[in-house]
């Protein structure tokens, strides 16, 4: 990957993204193989010391995928929760992966299944837990 700006992951995110990849079956081995890149490299720190300007589990993100000039606003969830969230992307989803960490303003080469790329950029964060105060959701 050619640009993958600093990242900071919510501890309690961090431990249950890791019980989630290493519950990984071979179809999400690719996505569980990148996430798990994402979490070593991330600085992680404790649910309240989350800045509002982070992607976090269960935000609401407003983000470009600047390869197809998409813009979309997504929540980014746990697989099991996706069928419950409108708007939810898995956080298993190869671009749903992606955003993880990522500040508003923030760029990201992320590779795809197959061989491709796609370049997100975070646009704003709508709605974030720990912002408004939800720290153990």
Not at 46 to 71: G, K
Request: glycine share 8%; net charge negative; aromatic share 4%.
């Amino acid at each position: 990957m050619s640009s993958r700006p600093p990242i900071i992951i919510n501890r309690l995110d961090a431990e249950r993204l890791q019980r989630l990849i290493d519950q990984a079956d071979e179809k999400d081995r690719f996505v569980a193989d990148c996430l798990e890149e994402e979490l070593e490299r991330g600085e992680v720190i404790d649910p309240e010391e989350i800045p509002a300007d982070v992607v976090s589990m269960n935000s609401q993100v407003q983000f470009t995928d600047l390869t197809r000039s998409r813009q979309m606003i997504r929540t980014l969830v746990y697989p099991h929760a996706l069928a419950a969230t409108e708007d939810g992307i898995s956080v298993m989803a190869p671009i749903g992966a992606g955003l993880i960490g990522l500040r508003i303003g923030d760029e990201i080469d992320w590779p795809l299944p197959g061989g491709g790329e796609a370049r997100l950029r975070i646009d704003a964060i709508l709605w974030q837990p720990e912002r408004e105060g939800q720290f153990h959701r």
